[in-house]
């Protein structure tokens, strides 16, 4: 099992819809990918490590796949659009990691 994990860095003055991305985006992920997305998770940053600091990332998502050959034919062919979409709701660039879940 593989994770693809897709992070939003919280910038002072950036712009995140929440409510969109929860409600519009990942729906829209999911429904492309079909079945080669497993299941995924939205995150909502509240705070960071230390006691009032931020929290490092807006919003992020989890994405996971049996493998990364999974995750790269359900996403590969819907990529464009994917990606037309961010606009709606973000004006930051994401950050991306995919890992092997060993634990979960």
């Known amino acids: 099992m593989i994770k693809v994990s ?4 919280n910038t002072p003055g950036g712009r ?10 990942m729906p829209l992920v999911k429904a492309r990918m079909g079945e080669a997305c497993k299941s995924y998770t939205v995150d909502k940053g509240l705070a960071g490590g230390a006691p009032g600091a931020p929290a490092t990332y807006v919003g992020m998502c989890h994405i ?7 995750f ?5 062919p819907h990529a464009k659009e994917i990606m ?3 606009p709606n ?4 660039s994401p950050v991306i990691q995919i890992s092997e879940v060993v634990v979960g």
């Open 16 to 25: 995140f819809d929440h409510d969109y991305y929860r409600d519009k985006h």
């Open 89 to 92: 709701y973000t004006d930051q």
């Open 64 to 70: 996971f796949c049996d493998s990364i050959e999974a």
């Open 84 to 86: 037309a979409d961010i």
């Open 72 to 76: 790269q034919t359900g996403f590969g």
């Open 6 to 9: 897709v992070m939003y860095p």
